[in-house]
């Protein structure tokens, strides 16, 4: 045991009467170091050392906290006491999934966590309180489950009896259904969400007795899933890799969410070894683990051809995801590089392979089934969006599996797809409206153009990990070096934070994203590095200042860290200024399906298309372009402010208005457009010659889409390649790329040598039109 645990335990005579029911617990002396990337050379504040500034974040935020605020936590207990025979006040459970059906209970760990990281954020009494009765009345349902013989193993706890998770695996092997008696519906997965919520109670309000219970539950897990349904007349002892495996690979029956990083914080909390050896159980061996390893893209396979005995064609991506998360705790506490490097290679097949512009994944595409939540095939974006897709929890698991390979490489691409999704599909979540009796939160968050968002989702997976998203938006403002020396700034988001060990506070105003620039002021003296993010989409310059003065002559490199070391003194400030520009991003599979974006933020067109047979909205850009390849200066420009501060912009036709994707209401919008050029022109200039595409053989899928050709003859067009080496100096050197493009298009066969005379003559009297 650690001297934590053994402290906790040593406290018998004041925590436990004589037949070791607990009565009240202590405060907890929780560790300094815990939870994810304790033990990595970049490690996380905790939640309550960064406070949450004004801004879009904290509205978010304040909307969900009065959500909390309001509801009757006795909803959580009635299914649990129901299963143990104790008495219930008079109100109904939650309903949605926790209407007594096979996932009931899950919720229950979602409000845990959220209300312990609303104490944290501010220290308000009325979540402590909601909390710790929650957690004393949890505990008494788990010692009745124990004093009554309702379990097979002792330390169980949930809201439905214990036979619904020991029946996954053997000797019956339940398969995914509605029936009550024979049939399973992720039961891990709800064992992990009251886990977690305990757990965080335990480092976030430092409660004992929540960390007692985890522990029990803990110790029962390890007996269910190694010696498992020992009771059951056709039991054959306990279980194997090969039954393991086979339960891991059923469709939702097994999905354990992320019980995997449950285990390893908790064998760090006791040093008890079975622990660590209970996550390792969970391991996806058969059909996913392996090929992770050996970075081998298996997440779609061709129909007929997937590995393993149970495995779809396609994979759930949300079951998938947090496995990974779990992996990086079993490195972080093993040193197996096996499991981190399967979650790296895995984070790479959704990221670029199968990421939308608004930070989420999955939907169906051509000639696959019509499930929404699983995984696109490789490489396609422009064939996967459909009228649902992008599970908003499987952005939130994607954001911790992102945040915790950064603690391990440092990599600042991790920081800007985590930004991404921060700040479009997290916010984005959440209604612009209050409630105190419904969350108001997304599912699906489609990137269909002409799509509403719909809200509510009380007591589904998206209805809880949007709670918990809400109240931890600081998490991931700054880390630091795990000896001290050094300060990451990952995110400019106004904060204040207080690290005690070095001395040093650090408030940072900005109204980011509305705004491009941030001040941080220092409270504290000596030596420190401050590391701060350049994002990659900063293409117009990161200039930073300390005390006025310009800090390096060398020019910043976006999608990395500047570093600026120095000796502080209280009352330095650094500034940052990263001007926004306006950019357009290509999918990967179809050049001319494309999003608008300044800086991290998507900006969605409002309204529904008309003008189009295949109902996107059709832009044509470049006409307006000056030598500067400005869009905002001038294609798509910012016409007028919301009354929150968020910019609104109008194409140059002024027929289309846009606006950021956080801005969440129930509006029809769309995210990505078709780009219709025919000719090539400058300016007013139409040379008449067709804008024709390059062949890069796109699509290239690796698994193939009904109805197209794979690889195919996609490309960028003539004008996208000219345009994507702007801006430009002269008049001279725009001539010279045009001409330079020209040229690669005749030798490719796509322009005869007449056609390119005729469009580098365009370019040469196009100079009054491209002036800058």
């Keep these: 045991m650690t001297r934590l645990y053994r402290f906790l335990f040593t406290f018998g005579s004041a925590l436990l009467s004589e037949n070791g029911v607990v009565t009240a617990h202590a405060e907890a002396d929780v560790p300094s170091e815990y939870g994810p990337g304790s033990t990595a050379p970049v490690r996380p504040f905790h939640l309550d050392q960064v406070q949450l500034g004004n801004g879009l974040l904290q509205e978010k935020r304040d909307r969900i906290k009065t959500f909390l605020e309001s509801y009757d936590e006795r909803k959580f207990l009635v299914l649990f006491n129901n299963q143990t025979g104790r008495p219930n006040p008079d109100v109904e459970p939650p309903g949605g999934w926790e209407d007594g059906g096979l996932l009931s209970g899950h919720w229950t760990g979602h409000f845990l966590t959220a209300i312990s990281q609303a104490y944290a954020d501010q220290g308000e009494e009325v979540f402590k309180t909601k909390l710790d009765w929650m957690v004393k009345e949890l505990a008494s349902c788990q010692d009745a489950f124990t004093a009554r013989n309702l379990t097979?193993?002792?330390?169980?706890?949930?809201?439905?009896?214990e036979d619904t998770v020991l029946r996954l695996g053997p000797p019956r092997f339940a398969v995914y259904g509605s029936n009550l008696d024979t049939n399973t519906w992720a039961p891990w997965y709800t064992q992990h969400k009251i886990m977690r919520g305990l757990l965080d109670a335990y480092y976030n309000t430092k409660s004992s007795q929540a960390l007692d219970v985890v522990v029990k539950m803990a110790n029962w897990a390890h007996l269910a899933i190694t010696v498992g349904d020992k009771n059951h007349p056709s039991y054959k002892g306990n279980l194997t890799r090969d039954d393991l495996n086979y339960m891991w690979d059923l469709y939702i029956g097994g999905e354990f969410g992320g019980a995997n990083e449950i285990f390893p914080e908790i064998y760090q909390l006791t040093g008890d070894n079975r622990h660590l050896e209970t996550a390792k159980a969970f391991d996806n061996r058969e059909s996913l683990?392996?090929?992770?390893v050996e970075d081998r893209d298996i997440l779609v396979t061709s129909p007929g051809k997937q590995p393993g005995r149970r495995r779809a064609a396609r994979l759930h991506a949300n079951t998938h995801v947090p496995q990974f998360i779990g992996y990086l705790r079993v490195y972080e506490h093993s040193d197996q590089q096996d499991y981190f490097d399967a979650a790296k290679n895995f984070y790479s097949w959704v990221v670029p392979h199968r990421y939308f512009a608004h930070g989420g994944t999955g939907g169906t595409f051509p000639g696959s089934d019509t499930n929404p939540e699983l995984f696109q095939n490789r490489g396609n974006v422009a064939n996967a969006i459909a009228t649902n897709g992008a599970e908003t929890c499987t952005t939130y698991n994607l954001l911790k599996l992102a945040r915790n390979l950064f603690l391990h490489e440092h990599n600042a691409t991790y920081?800007?797809?985590?930004?991404?999704?921060?700040?479009?599909?997290?916010?984005?979540?959440?209604?612009?409206?209050?409630?105190?009796s419904d969350p108001l939160l997304t599912y699906f968050q489609p990137l269909t153009p002409g799509a509403s968002r719909e809200y509510g989702n009380t007591g589904t997976c998206c209805g809880g990990t949007g709670m918990e998203s809400h109240t931890k938006y600081q998490e991931t403002?700054?880390?630091?070096?795990?000896?001290?020396?050094?300060?990451?700034?990952?995110l400019y988001v106004p904060s204040a934070l207080t690290w005690e060990e070095k001395g040093f506070t650090v408030k940072q105003?900005?109204?980011?994203?509305?705004?491009d620039s941030a001040k941080f002021t220092i409270n504290g003296q000596g030596p420190l590095d401050v590391k701060l993010r350049v994002p990659a989409w900063a293409r117009k310059g990161?200039?930073?200042?300390?005390?006025?003065q310009t800090e390096s002559n060398e020019k910043p490199q976006p999608g990395t860290y500047l570093t600026v070391s120095r000796t502080w003194n209280t009352g330095d400030v650094i500034e940052v200024r990263m001007p926004f520009s306006i950019r357009i991003e290509r999918s990967i599979d179809r050049p001319d399906t494309q999003a608008?974006?300044?800086?991290p933020i998507l900006l969605q067109i409002l309204g529904t298309p008309s003008n189009s047979s295949d109902s996107y909205q059709q832009l044509s850009l470049y006409r307006y372009l000056k030598l500067d390849g400005d869009y905002a200066r001038a294609a798509i420009k910012q016409t007028s402010t919301s009354a929150a501060g968020d910019p609104l912009?109008?194409?140059?036709?002024?027929?289309?208005?846009?606006?950021?994707?956080?801005?969440?209401?129930?509006?029809p919008t769309s995210s990505y457009f078709r780009r219709v050029e025919p000719n090539v022109v400058f300016g007013t200039i139409d040379t008449g010659v067709p804008n024709r595409k390059r062949n890069d053989k796109l699509p290239n899928y690796d698994v193939p889409v009904s109805g197209m050709d794979s690889p195919g003859s996609d490309g960028p067009t003539f004008l996208d390649l000219v345009w994507d080496l702007a801006p430009f100096d002269t008049h001279a050197a725009f001539i010279k790329v045009v001409s330079d493009t020209a040229d690669a298009f005749v030798s490719a066969g796509l322009y005869t040598a007449a056609e390119r005379d005729t469009i580098v003559k365009g370019a040469g009297n196009s100079e009054k039109e491209l002036a800058a």
Excluded at 420 to 429: A, D, H, Q, T, Y
Excluded at 482 to 489: F, I, K, M, P, R
């Design 289 to 292: 683990f392996g090929a992770a």
């Design 152 to 161: 097979t193993h002792p330390g169980y706890l949930g809201a439905l009896p």
């Design 509 to 515: 105003e900005t109204s980011f994203p509305r705004t």
């Design 649 to 667: 912009f109008t194409t140059s036709d002024g027929n289309l208005t846009l606006r950021p994707y956080y801005i969440s209401d129930e509006k």
């Design 542 to 548: 990161f200039t930073v200042t300390v005390n006025g």
């Design 415 to 436: 920081m800007d797809n985590y930004e991404r999704g921060l700040f479009n599909m997290i916010p984005g979540s959440r209604r612009d409206s209050s409630s105190t």
């Design 477 to 490: 403002v700054y880390f630091r070096s795990a000896d001290g020396s050094a300060l990451w700034v990952n």
């Design 596 to 599: 608008i974006m300044r800086g």
